[in-house]
């Protein structure tokens, strides 16, 4: 937690991601993200774990992602007992 409390406040670089904007047509534009790895240069260490996507992959792309990172901290909870 104290890594959390150290970057909280940092504001994350933009990476602008070419993403197909129309399915039926060839249309394109630029979106915008930020990335939790773009916080690693403020850590002392860091490190990975290598596991299926479905158990660990929760992308933030609306409210009803709140069910998949829900899942996922609940994985992470069984995994420390």
Not at 2 to 8: A, L
Not at 13 to 33: M, Q, R, S, V, W
Not at 51 to 80: E, M, R, T, V, W
């Amino acid at each position: 937690m104290d890594f959390i409390e150290k970057v909280k406040d940092i504001d994350l670089p933009y990476n602008f991601i070419l993403k197909k904007a129309d399915i039926k047509k060839n249309i394109y534009g630029f979106k915008t993200e930020s990335f939790i790895f773009d916080n690693f240069i403020y850590s002392k260490k860091t490190g990975a774990m290598l596991d299926d996507k479905q158990n660990f992959y929760a992308p933030l792309k609306d409210l009803n992602s709140l069910d998949d990172i829900k899942k996922i901290l609940n994985l992470g909870k069984q995994s420390l007992v």
